[in-house]
Every structure is written in structure tokens, then in C-alpha cells.
């Protein structure tokens, strides 16, 4: 009998260690308008379209949107690029590479990495001199004062007001609840959240002598285990914390948004403090990604419908080639994370900057109690007809694994239709049989992809 099967759904849902079951790459999961949680389809990630380059390779570390410009760091380059895709380099600052943070006043955008200081005033760039700017780990701006944390300490210090020019020693508080050393501070909805190594804690803006008190019941036992990873979206805040699980704000509480599959896909990487990630908004989803570079794996949560996805690019499945993003003239822009690009993510492209973006979902093990399935076809209820100038008659693969991943059968081709075969069926049929299988399916073709679900057709014996 042909019946569905759950085969929609996002990247390790169950509660396993198999990391071959389950995946879903550049495919997000789309639910049900109403609000209720019903998966509907698997649509197909944004391509990454060149936007412009600055003339320069290298990553694209930070970009942020003041004013009617973006202003981005690249190496260690600080350019400023218009609506018109003009850029200026204004100046240089310490680092090529590694974090770095931007803050603005209005006048100022001040410019900090763990070398020190720059600002920028609309017309000369500057290496701030103060002496009394400490050592940097990290930086934000509330209510008029750039804010920095001290590195190796439990230290953070305030500027003079709407000057980051100025420092004084002696404005400074400590964050001294367990006294673990600050990773970053960070201001969202005008809550000063103090990550630290270890702890959290949470201040406001008090106007006392030194502005800024520790909330009551403001300390949580929750710190980040990579600088890089802590992003605030609208009111929203995110990062990886320091046993490695992915961390939302609620409230003013942080609590983990990682499934147990995904933190055991983290504890797999080889290193997780060079983790960098952003949030962005797009087709009515606010997604975090995260990437790994020591690992070149990049994965990603919609935070509109809970479910993860992995991103990838290149032949071999390397990280998302984003780095950063800004949103500018209603286009989400991203950083190329090595090579000075800055791309729009559009859904009408379907590569990464000339880049093969493969798409592909693993669905779970389907066995009945060991017994053999003969597996007569497999269909998949996908968008047809999808073929363009560029690619004629584009092909969806199936292969399969009998042994938990361990092997995979070839790949089976199918069309996805030619331009306008909107009644096309992708169907496999005579796929042998199995005490217990994963089925995989792959797009590599530069198509619109998106698949609303899956069909088989087996009988189960005593054999």
C-alpha cells in the first residue's frame, strides 16, 4: 500500500546518535500559516548572489548599518559602502582576523578589536589614544556610553558620554557575582547582559553615579564558549554557551534551543570558540546561523518554527559561505567569509556564488520490528516542472543505506521536470528490500526546490 511517510521535517529530530538519519541541508522547514505546527513543506535555502566587492580578499568580519551607509570590516580594512555599491577604505585597525565590534552614537561609530581602539566621525578615522582604554574583549553601547569588557577580568568600563575618545579609569564596575572573566557585553531591549566564561549577568541603567546596577536576580549560571557566536537580532539574543549548547534569551533568562542530536553534532567538531554566527530575518522566518570553521560545518535555527537545518556550499559540503549579515535597501546582504564578497540571499538563486549548494534530506530509519520490507517505489510530492534556461531537465537523486549509514547504495536519477512539466512525478520504483533503510535525496541542480512530502510503497514479510 502506498502511504506517507514522515520524511518533512528538520535536522535531527530524534533522540539518536546517528548522524546519517535525519539530515536536512539547505532546505528549511515551512509550517502551517495558521500557527498551528504542522510541517507543510521543505523550501529550498537562499542562494548566495555577488552584491559587490571592495577589492580586497579577505574575511568579512563584521558589517553593520548606520545611517544611510554600511560600514563593514574586512581583513582590516574598515570600508563604508552606499546604496550604489560604491566603498571607501577609511582606515585600518589592528587585527586581519577574529572579532571585532562596532558601536555608534550618532556621531561616533566606535571600532574595537583585542588590540585596542578607532573611531570614525563622518570625516576622519582615528586610533583612540586615551590610555585609560583597556585591554578589549569585547564591546556595545547603551543609553549614550560605549561599553567595553576588560579581558581576563571580571571588569567592564564606560566611556564619557557620546564620546569614545574618552576614557576614565575609574568608570568601571565589576561583574563580580562569580567573578569569571567577561566574554562580551552586549545591550538588548536596554538590558546590559554581561556574558561571561561561565555566568551571566544582567545590569540596566540605574542613573546613579556610575550609571549602570545589576538587576536583581540578574545572575545566571550560563556563560558563552565562543566570543563570536553572541548576536542580538531585534530583541532577540543568541549564542553557543560554554557546555556547548545553543542558547536563546527568554525573558531575562537564557535557555537552551538545541536538541540533544544537535549538541551531540557540536561535541562531534574539533573546535567550538572560533564558532561565529547571525541572525537574520527573511519570507516571514528569523533564522541564527552558526558556523564552524576549524570544522567547515555551518548549522542553523529558525527561531519562527523551532526546527534546525544544516547550510551548506561546494562540491563537498563545506560551510555556508556566510560570515555576517546586514540588512540595507531591503536586501539581506552576507560576508563571504574569506574572500571579501559580500552576497545578497536571494531565493531566486540557487548557488553560491557559482558554487553548487547541494540540498538534501535523509529521512528516519524506516524498519517494522526487523521484519523484511520489499520496497516496491518511493515518490516524492515536490515542486515540478522547475527547469530554466541554465539547466533544461534537472535531476533529483535517491540512494539508500541498509546498514545505518554505514554504506550507500548508487544514486538513482529522476527529472524534475522540464520548464512547465508541472504534472511530472519523481518515482522510483523496484528498490529491493531491507529489514531497515534510510532513504536520501539530493538536489545539486540549480533549481527551485521545494518538497511537500513522501510516499512508499512496501510489503512487510515474516521472512
Known amino acids: ?137 569585547g564591546a556595545t553601547y547603551q543609553d549614550g556610553y560605549h561599553i567595553v569588557s576588560k579581558a581576563d577580568s571580571d571588569q567592564f568600563f ?30 538588548v531591549q536596554r538590558f546590559i547582559w554581561l556574558i561571561g566564561n561561565q555566568t551571566t549577568e544582567i545590569w540596566y541603567n540605574s542613573g546613579d553615579t556610575f550609571p549602570f546596577t545589576r538587576n536583581p536576580g540578574g545572575f545566571l549560571s550560563i556563560g558563552a564558549g565562543a566570543k563570536r557566536s553572541i548576536v542580538t537580532f531585534q530583541d532577540e539574543l543568541m549564542f553557543l554557551d560554554n557546555t556547548y549548547r545553543v542558547i536563546r534569551k527568554q525573558g531575562l533568562q ?21 564558532a561565529v554566527g547571525f541572525m537574520y530575518g527573511q519570507e516571514g522566518h528569523v533564522f541564527y546561523e552558526l558556523s564552524f570553521p576549524s570544522d567547515s560545518k555551518t548549522i542553523c535555527y529558525d527561531l519562527s518554527t523551532g526546527f534546525w537545518h544544516m547550510r551548506a556550499s561546494g562540491q563537498s559540503d563545506m560551510r555556508s559561505r556566510a560570515n555576517c549579515h546586514v540588512l540595507f535597501g531591503g536586501k539581506n546582504l552576507v560576508g563571504d567569509y574569506e574572500n571579501g564578497n559580500i552576497y545578497e540571499y536571494d531565493f531566486e538563486t540557487y548557488k553560491d556564488n557559482g558554487e553548487i549548494k547541494r ?41 539508500w543505506s541498509d546498514d545505518s549509514g554505514k554504506t550507500w547504495s548508487n544514486e538513482h536519477w529522476v527529472s524534475m521536470g522540464l520548464i512547465g512539466e508541472y504534472g511530472k512525478r519523481a518515482k522510483w520504483r523496484r528498490l529491493g528490500k531491507s529489514r531497515s533503510r534510510i532513504f536520501e535525496i539530493s538536489i545539486t541542480d540549480a533549481v527551485k526546490r521545494n518538497i511537500i512530502k513522501g510516499y512508499l510503497d512496501g510489503l512487510v514479510t515474516n521472512g
Open 254 to 274: 537564557l535557555l537552551p534551543v538545541s536538541t540533544y542530536q544537535i549538541d551531540y553534532l557540536i561535541s562531534t567538531f574539533n573546535s567550538k570558540s572560533d
Open 1 to 137: 500500500m502506498n502511504v506517507e511517510m514522515p520524511f518533512i521535517g528538520g535536522s535531527y529530530t530524534a533522540r539518536s546518535k546517528n548522524l546519517n538519519a535525519q539530515v536536512c541541508q539547505n532546505f528549511y522547514v515551512e509550517t502551517d500559516q495558521t500557527g498551528a505546527k504542522n510541517i507543510i513543506a521543505l523550501i529550498g535555502c537562499p542562494g548566495a548572489k555577488l552584491w559587490v566587492n571592495c577589492g580586497v580578499d579577505g574575511e568579512v568580519r563584521k558589517m553593520e548599518v548606520f545611517g544611510s551607509w554600511i560600514y563593514a570590516i574586512i581583513a582590516n580594512g574598515f570600508y563604508r559602502i552606499g546604496t550604489d555599491k560604491s566603498y571607501t577604505l577609511l582606515g585600518s585597525i589592528g587585527t586581519s582576523s577574529g572579532w571585532v565590534d562596532l558601536t555608534y552614537d550618532g556621531v561616533y561609530i566606535g571600532i574595537f578589536d583585542s588590540t585596542g581602539g578607532w573611531t570614525w566621525d563622518g570625516s576622519t578615522f582615528a586610533e583612540i589614544s586615551d590610555p585609560d582604554l583597556t585591554n578589549i574583549s
Open 359 to 399: 540540498a538534501k534530506r535523509t529521512s528516519q530509519i524506516v524498519n517494522n520490528n526487523n521484519e523484511l520490507i520489499f520496497f516496491n517505489s518511493f515518490e516524492l510530492d515536490i515542486e515540478t516542472g522547475v527547469g530554466n534556461a541554465d539547466v533544461v531537465n534537472p535531476q533529483i537523486m535517491l540512494r
Open 158 to 187: 564606560i566611556s564619557e558620554q557620546d564620546d569614545p575618545t574618552s576614557w576614565d579609569a575609574t568608570d568601571y564596575a565589576n561583574a563580580e557575582g562569580s567573578g569569571d572573566s567577561l566574554v562580551s557585553p552586549i545591550s
